[in-house]
């Protein structure tokens, strides 16, 4: 090791212990807000990666109460300089210029923004932002003055996880242990039921990716699992069956289950991409596959059923499901995962009565899955069709289905 990095280490070491030792203090919080301060204002590379560590260390030490004073203080304490503000604004109106207007720019950002900037310098500092934007997001409900500091969040995040610093990896067998365990902690469409379930997940017919940044190498972001396999399926027990001897030639990739692992990164949309992704780097490895669709649950089915209708019978459940995947709210769908793929530039393909005789299943939609497929040559114009004339791309069979209970309970559905 160099004689300077052996001295900067030193360096960081001993502020550390330094910054550490400011924690003596009865007031957790406005210690944590002092070293925040103190953060903001040092210059020094060495010195502010210790204060770093500190104040991470320090919000991770906090009670559940004393980290909502803290977001209010980030509210109180670090929001615009007004006084730099109005200066700004008066010389930019005085004198317009690039400079000026960068000036601006710079003026009127919250310091909390620098402040996480600084965060994340520290080792472990993106996980603790991650975490912090986590429980911010159950406080906003109860005050929504807290949603001035989501948007700084939204607003970093989507620079520092967009697509360019996105890792794709597929995730197999051989993949480390710890990795391995988080897939079965994070599935949440169809759960993992041990270590025999997931090896046939990660088995030679099945793939599984996730996209992991390099600040998180061991924590994905989001995976999807697929199944390889010939027509489309129309039920989720064959996926997750035992593994089929001598089965035909897959001809379609089944994105089956896709599975956002931080609560933190709500919003933050790269699942767009990750289907994108995975499907372009299946059809070069597998020139045989020709369709890519998804066999996807429709949450809200039967709680917007059992609020429109006193009952409704078996037979009908199908069109009606069709009916309910194209019906908005403003201009939002309402089924959050038909307005994900949807908005993603896919068609719905098919409903499929009896898919998943789960009990989740059950209750969100008797039981009801449906396809949503995504063709290369079609998704960009599905998506602008959708997102500027506000048209859904429905199969003709989809279409058909819709007609069908449009015309028996359109009333019972608009006039509430």
């Not at 997102?387 to 279409?399: D, H, P, T, W, Y």
Request: proline share 5%; charged share 25%.
């Amino acid at each position: 090791m160099n004689t300077r990095l052996a001295n900067w280490l030193q360096q960081v070491t001993q502020s550390a212990r330094a910054m550490l030792d400011m924690s003596s203090t009865e007031d957790p919080v406005s210690d944590l807000v002092g070293r925040a301060k103190e953060l903001l204002s040092r210059k020094g590379e060495a010195t502010g990666l210790a204060l770093a560590n500190s104040v991470v260390s320090g919000w991770y030490g906090l009670s559940p109460e004393q980290r909502a004073e803290w977001f209010q203080q980030l509210l109180g304490e670090f929001g615009v300089d007004e006084e730099e503000l109005k200066s700004a604004i008066d010389s930019y109106q005085s004198q317009p210029s690039s400079v000026a207007l960068a000036h601006l720019h710079k003026a009127s950002e919250p310091r909390r923004q620098e402040l996480f900037r600084r965060f994340n310098a520290a080792p472990g500092g993106l996980e603790c932002l991650i975490q912090m934007r986590a429980e911010l997001r159950l406080l906003q409900r109860e005050d929504p003055q807290l949603k001035a500091i989501e948007h700084d969040f939204l607003h970093l995040f989507s620079s520092w996880f967009n697509k360019g610093f996105l890792i794709l990896r597929q995730i197999d067998w051989n993949t480390p242990a710890h990795i391995l365990e988080k897939l079965i902690q994070y599935e949440s469409v169809h759960e993992i039921q041990g270590w025999n379930d997931l090896r046939r997940r990660l088995a030679d017919d099945r793939r599984c990716f996730g996209y992991f940044h390099p600040m998180m190498p061991d924590e994905p972001l989001i995976f999807v699992e697929v199944a390889l396999v010939n027509g489309m399926a129309d039920a989720i027990a064959p996926l997750l069956a035992p593994l089929v001897e001598d089965a035909p030639e897959p001809d379609t990739a089944v994105f089956y289950s896709i599975n956002n692992c931080q609560p933190g990164l709500s919003g933050v949309s790269f699942g767009n991409l990750l289907i994108k992704q995975v499907a372009s780097r299946l059809q070069s490895e597998m020139p045989n596959l020709k369709r890519f669709v998804t066999l996807s649950p429709v949450p809200g089915f039967r709680k917007w059923v059992e609020r429109h209708f006193e009952s409704v019978v078996e037979e009908d459940l199908t069109s009606l499901c069709a009916l309910y995947l194209t019906q908005k709210r403003g201009s939002r769908l309402l089924d959050p995962v038909a307005r994900f793929h949807l908005g993603n530039g896919a068609r719905l393909e098919r409903v499929n009565l009896a898919a998943d005789a789960s009990e989740i299943r059950q209750k969100q939609s008797y039981g009801i899955m449906v396809n949503y497929l995504y063709e290369p040559d079609l998704i960009v114009d599905n998506h602008e069709k959708l997102m500027e004339e506000g048209v859904i791309a429905l199969s003709k069979s989809v279409q058909q289905l819709v007609k069908t209970a449009d015309a028996k309970y359109s009333e019972q559905i608009y006039d509430r």
